[in-house]
RNA sequence: GCGCUCGUAGCUCAGUGGAUUAGAGUACUUGGCUUCGAACCAAGGGGUCGCAAGUUCGAAUCUUGCCGGGCGUACCA
């Protein structure tokens, strides 16, 4: 599509003597292939340019403009109609040879056709999931990991070179209202009396049950004492590496289960983190840090607490070091920047979570941007919304009522079971990935279990099974990879709308890579993917004369939807 | 209260300056498997794009106000 775009900039350029910047659209098939609204932006611009109206052209009229460009464009072989239509829309009709040229280029580099280089040679730090230690996952953490896995592909496939992260909490005062009830449950400082034989989605269960008691045990006085020592204590457990008192082993026992428990969630979900950053590994250099800079009048004290005054910048103000002097996570958030940046001396570094913490976010940052601009400057945060049950149920781990990340995988699972009588691993993750995925992101998102779990439709099995039709097909014709069509193809009414289709694809990865937004992909492939399913239903390829170009129409779809499916980190089956 | 954000078909969502009838899926009604895979295809009904005013040749899309939901708003994360 580059060459088109050349070729109205030029047209542009010699007709009006003017630089544009030509955006090309995709209109209803009725209308054309491709249309550009070239002629309605230059009018503007034409009527209050007396220079440019000294030449061949007449200014004013976007219409007459619009017929002066398209009377240019109709010479070229790229199209077999130009023509003018409403205000002043050029509607273009691409030539057969132009879509075999197209097809041919798919054919021939089936995985860089349209890959963008936006990333190219950068190191890209992502950091997502993000769940704390001593917590269950429940249906946040499995959008927010599915979000951040499929960004760090879009700029993977980009050229970067992508390093995922992930940041937990396993000190703070989630841990210490957790550890008291535990220690409660236990009767004690009893470690003995862990539930060490149970399988460890039960024993997770179990310590997150104590965060509840936890919890509630905190909004008494008496017990909120209690609970503000353990945090102390939890803290004290790092300063002197003390894992053999009774404490200190129900501490670390735990804190390994729930890594554990993380682990087996990760590898379920197919997402590979690259390193895990407790918080007490960052906390200390946060400390650290927050206090130097409090020394230089970045942070102040206030409430003996120690504070970023975010009014000056329109923000709030945070605590980043409470009146205990114990690093808040804002503190820990400060280390972990630095630590990143230590790590990876990344040119980017995203930071993906849901828009609940994005004020908070904000304050972090513009607060390491006082004394590390540069670190600050290169680092983003990407906001999703959040994950809604149906019914309008809030969900709180802090009150237990709330549904469990693997619980959605179990509830595809059983679907799956029961409408096709066994589990397929890459189907039940397809339709997980793509019900998430295929909303934009930003507003909430409502979790429908019956409906997200269906496959059928606007689903990731339905373009999952779009595939491994397309790849039949090749197996049975015995597709050689090295085909490729002779110039001046014709094609007819189900193979040329298809072909006209995958010739998007650049624009659509484009798009998807500049805005990070994977939806723009999971739309395009759905579309393909009715053009191809409408093609199949109408066109015979094995043993029909159009066979040739039929084939390669097939492996060309295959192709990009295969590469479309791995950005989002969806299995292409052979079969299924 | 203030800030951010969202409001499109019964439900879940695309579309976020451009084209007479605003698109999908789902649900509902109906038709299609002796032919490359029916997790498919075809047809039908279903919408004051929250409300109102403004900007523009043109507004679901931009601005303002109002209504409604969500989130945030100092020692939780």
């Not at 955006?23 to 503007?44: Q, Y």
């Not at 004290?236 to 729930?258: G, K, N, V």
Request: hydrophobic residues 40%; charged residues 25%; glycine residues 8%.
């Amino acid at each position: 599509m580059e060459r088109i775009l050349e070729i109205i900039t030029k047209v542009v350029k010699d007709l009006f003597d003017l630089n544009t910047g030509v955006v090309l659209s995709r209109p209803e098939a009725k209308f054309g292939d491709l249309a550009t609204n070239v002629a309605l932006t230059l009018a503007g611009r034409l009527g209050k340019n007396p220079a440019a109206s000294d030449g061949k052209a007449v200014a004013g009229r976007p219409r007459e403009i619009a017929e002066q460009i398209a009377a240019e464009l109709k010479n070229h072989d790229d199209f077999t109609s130009v023509e003018v239509a409403g205000a002043g829309f050029i509607n273009m009709r691409l030539s057969d040879a132009y879509l075999t040229h197209e097809l041919n280029t798919m054919l021939a580099t089936p995985n860089d056709y349209g890959r963008p280089e936006t990333y190219k040679n950068q190191i890209v730090v992502t950091e997502f999931s993000d769940p704390n230690p001593f917590k269950v996952l429940h249906v946040g953490h499995l959008y927010t990991s599915i979000v951040g896995d499929a960004i760090s592909r879009l700029i993977e496939l980009a050229g970067g070179e992508v390093h995922r992260v992930n940041f937990g909490g396993d000190v703070g005062m989630h841990v210490a209202k957790c550890i008291w009830g535990i220690i409660t449950k236990l009767g004690g400082e009893n470690p003995e009396n862990l539930p060490t034989d149970l399988p460890i989605g039960e024993r997770m269960q179990w310590v997150a049950s104590s965060y509840v008691d936890g919890n509630k045990a905190y909004e008494n006085d008496e017990t909120k004492t209690e609970i503000a020592d353990i945090n102390k204590r939890i803290y004290q457990l790092f300063d002197m590496d003390e894992h053999d008192t009774p404490f200190a082993r129900i501490y670390w026992t735990c804190r390994s289960w729930s890594y554990e428990y993380f682990d087996n969630f990760y590898d379920r979900i197919d997402v590979q983190f690259e390193k895990y950053y407790p918080e007490s590994a960052t906390a200390p250099l946060g400390l650290k840090t927050v206090q130097e800079q409090t020394k230089k009048s970045v942070f102040k004290e206030s409430n003996g607490a120690i504070i970023f005054d975010g009014e000056p910048y329109g923000l709030h103000t945070r605590v980043f070091i409470n009146s205990e002097g114990l690093p808040t996570y804002e503190a820990k958030d400060v280390g972990l920047s630095l630590t990143k940046w230590q790590d990876y001396h990344f040119d980017k570094s995203f930071i993906i979570t849901g828009v609940d913490i994005i004020d908070y976010m904000k304050v972090v940052i513009k607060s390491i941007e006082q004394f590390e601009p540069e670190l600050a400057a290169r680092t983003e945060h990407i906001t999703h919304g959040m994950m809604k049950l149906a019914g309008a149920v809030k969900m709180a781990s802090r009150l237990g009522n709330f549904l469990k990340a693997e619980d959605v995988l179990d509830m595809v699972e059983n679907y799956q079971k029961e409408a096709q009588g066994a589990i397929n691993q890459d189907t039940v993750l397809g339709a997980v990935r793509y019900a998430l995925l295929k909303n934009r992101l930003g507003p909430d998102i409502i979790f429908e279990p019956e409906t997200s779990v269906n496959a059928q439709g606007n689903s990731g099995p339905y373009l999952q099974y779009s595939h491994a039709r397309a790849r039949s097909i090749l197996r049975k014709i015995g597709f050689d990879k090295q085909n490729s069509l002779s110039e001046n193809q014709d094609f007819d009414e189900y193979e040329r709308p298809l072909l006209v289709k995958l010739t998007e694809w650049p624009e659509i990865l484009t798009t998807a890579v500049d805005e990070l937004a994977p939806h723009v992909i999971c739309t395009y492939m759905y579309e393909l993917a009715q053009i191809f399913n409408r093609f199949y239903e109408n066109s015979r390829v094995e043993g029909d004369p159009r066979a040739g170009i039929r084939t390669c129409l097939v492996a060309a779809y295959a192709d990009i939807l295969r590469n479309g499916l791995g950005v989002l980190g969806i299995v292409a089956p052979e079969k299924m």
